[in-house]
Nanobody
Framework: QVQLVESGGGLVQPGGSLTLSCVASTSSFSLAVMNWYRQAPGKQREFVARINSYGGTNYADSVKDRFTISRDNTKKTIYLQMNRLKPEDTAVYYC?????WGQGTQVTVSS
């Protein structure tokens, strides 16, 4: 079984920064495409960022140039560095390795 455990969420003021982490239990982590998604109250879950096995990345337009996804294969961990946060970024952020979801970590951007 695969387990994904997110951490690092919290309350931050607009313009601030947070870094999220996701630790994966899979033995094939180095080959895996890893993703961050988020879901705000009353909205559908949406794609945020993706990183492939070569380190290539993709981002949603809404977070491009503000968020950075990265991975550490020795720690089987992915990260999401979030800068210049906006209230619209408020959501539960989920780690995703198809077909597995983490439990999510809450990010609240508010003054």
């Amino acid at each position: 079984q695969v387990q994904l455990v997110e951490s690092g969420g919290g309350l931050v003021q607009p313009g601030g920064s947070l870094t999220l982490s996701c630790v994966a239990s899979t033995s094939s982590f180095s080959l895996a495409v890893m993703n961050w998604y988020r879901q705000a109250p009353g909205k559908q879950r949406e794609f945020v960022a993706r990183i492939n096995s070569y380190g290539g990345t993709n981002y949603a337009d809404s977070v491009k140039d503000r968020f950075t996804i990265s991975r550490d294969n020795t720690k089987k961990t992915i990260y999401l560095q979030m800068n210049r946060l906006k209230p619209e970024d408020t959501a539960v952020y989920y780690c995703y390795l198809a077909p597995h979801w983490g439990q999510g970590t809450q990010v609240t951007v508010s003054s």
